[in-house]
């Protein structure tokens, strides 16, 4: 245990910070603002030191550990952490919402509750990737649905009240099996604990593993999100205002994944062997199904918000790939797809402030007169077609290599899933291209033209988009950069995983359909020596 809560200070400091603002002497925004960016910028200033000074990126072990006693009967404790896991996702975490801070700058309607609200998400999202006690991680969880709720409902579009019921409807419906998961794990057995650690230790019934891993499947697979589990996402995107669309893409549907390892993975593994060919299915699904969807919208948010469940696809592969590279390709995806997606939200955001539309039918040549953001357009679309040079591709690209070249599935389904989820990478930079050319090639709209002020960039836009594509480009061009804090941890994980494959093979003497998939026999140590 540190002699210091650095983890503590990082999540409790935004969300201590935020109880001022309503005391805060402010009319239009302009002061409240400011706190907000100057306690925002103080927290990831900490995290960074923290991570530089604090941090051990050779090992494997959970780091920077704090725990308290918080309810001694249930062994109920305020225990946060981190590892090679959870510290990318921090970092992520702290770098979006910051910039997600600046970038609702232009916010006039209750700014003091849009701040305070911000700083709330601020800890709440960090906590999330830090806890080590799941019933505490059910609570952080529940915790950051509330200020979503409240940023769509209150600040949303014409449909507002309608998205941010859908949002609340599932994802505190999916977080109903959390909670029960939760329970059932701590206290199963002869000792009550709710340590992520000793709950991983305990030794379940196969059975039982089955239920908690398909019921936390349903839960992260809200968030993900996963079809058919999907549809809130696009209805919130739809009617959300910029700097919300940075936390829905950049930070919360990274948790999904995130829990699917840690919890999913790392607690259950020998559910997670059987399960692991339905998260490849699902994935090819997510890539090809919502490539497709987002290729026929014609709402330019919604056909972001498509394409951002295509991309979390390759997340569900590289965590049932078996293989390290598939595994870090998984992390490095969530981390890639924080940045991209957030920058290219925002530029829907900061485009639809000019065009007051979000019709792609009512745009066209734009570009003429917003140079640029259209270059910035162009950059962060680039990205997201996975071109290489950018991390998506390099994110992409351990994905697909490590699925294709994993010993745990017959040759005949990688190679069937592969064409398939081919057809969604092909089609990916066919409806980004499409859509840069309707909104700012060819011929402008007078309409649009004469009754809009289409005024370019601001410096404060270009500062944001600057700083999300320094990371996605230095990622693109080195990937060490980000693997190197992850990679002792995901190895650790996949070898674990690894040695759940034959303990499955031999467990079930009449296999079910889908542990047909795996070649188990390749990954049974052999007992000679």
Not at 16 to 38: E, F, M, Q
Not at 240 to 245: E, I
């Amino acid at each position: 245990m540190n002699s210091f809560p650095w983890l503590t200070t990082i999540i409790l400091f935004p969300i201590l910070a935020s109880l001022a603002i309503p005391v805060i002497p402010d009319k239009d925004g302009r002061t409240v603002r400011w706190y907000a960016l100057i306690v925002a910028l103080l927290d990831f200033t900490l995290l960074v030191y923290t991570f530089a000074n604090h941090y051990d990126i050779h090992s494997d072990q959970l780091q920077l550990v704090e725990s308290y006693t918080w309810i001694p009967q249930i062994d109920l404790r305020w225990s946060v952490g981190v590892d090679g896991i959870s510290m990318p996702l921090i970092l992520l975490t702290g770098f979006v919402t910051t910039l997600a801070v600046l970038a609702a700058w232009p916010v006039t309607f209750k700014p003091k509750l849009f701040y305070f609200l911000m700083l709330i998400m601020f800890g709440g999202q960090i906590a999330v990737f830090a806890v080590q006690d799941m019933l505490l991680f059910f609570l952080v969880w529940e915790l950051e649905l509330i200020p979503v709720y409240l940023f769509l409902a209150i600040w949303g579009g014409k449909k507002r009240l309608y998205a941010s019921t859908k949002f609340i409807l599932y994802t505190a419906g999916g977080s109903l099996f959390i909670l029960v998961a939760a329970l059932a794990m701590g206290f199963y057995g002869d000792t009550i604990s709710f340590d992520m650690r000793t709950l991983a230790a305990k030794n379940y019934a196969h059975n039982f593993q089955l239920f908690m891993y398909a019921g936390l499947l349903i839960a992260y697979g809200v968030k993900l999100p996963i079809i058919p589990l999907h549809t809130w996402l696009p209805d919130a995107h739809g009617e959300a205002t910029a700097p919300v669309h940075m936390l829905l893409a950049g930070v919360l549907l990274k948790m999904g994944g995130y829990a699917l390892i840690r919890m999913n993975a790392g607690m259950l593994p020998d559910a997670h062997a059987t399960f692991a060919p339905v998260l490849v299915v699902l994935g090819v699904v997510n890539i090809v199904y919502a490539a497709l969807t987002s290729f026929a919208q014609r709402n330019l948010k919604r056909k972001i918000a498509y394409s951002s469940i295509s991309h979390m696809g390759f997340v569900l592969i590289g965590i049932a790939s078996f293989t390290d590279l598939g595994m870090s390709g998984a992390v490095l995806q969530m981390v890639s797809h924080g940045l991209i997606g957030a920058s290219l939200f925002f530029l829907v955001g900061a485009t639809y402030d000019r065009t007051h539309t979000l019709m792609l039918d009512e745009m066209g040549g734009v570009g003429q007169k917003m140079k640029k953001i259209f270059a910035m357009f162009i950059a962060c679309s680039m990205a997201s077609l996975a071109l290489p040079g950018m991390s998506g591709f390099v994110a992409e690209l351990m994905v697909f290599v490590g699925f294709s070249t994993s010993d745990a599935y017959t040759s005949e389904f990688k190679v069937i899933m592969v064409l398939i989820a081919a057809i969604g990478v092909i089609l990916t930079p066919i409806y980004l291209l499409s859509m840069l050319r309707e909104i700012f090639y060819g011929t402008e709209n007078k309409e649009l033209v004469e009754h809009e002020e289409l005024i370019d960039a601001e410096p404060r836009e270009v500062f944001i988009i600057a700083c999300l594509l320094v990371p996605i480009i230095g990622v693109g061009f080195y990937p060490k950069l980000l693997t190197q804090i992850y990679d002792s941890t995901t190895t650790t994980l996949t070898a674990h995983l690894r040695d759940s494959v034959p303990t499955i093979a031999h467990k079930q003497s009449n296999p079910v359909a889908l542990g047909e998939f795996f070649r188990a026999p390749k990954l049974v140590k052999s007992s000679e020596g």
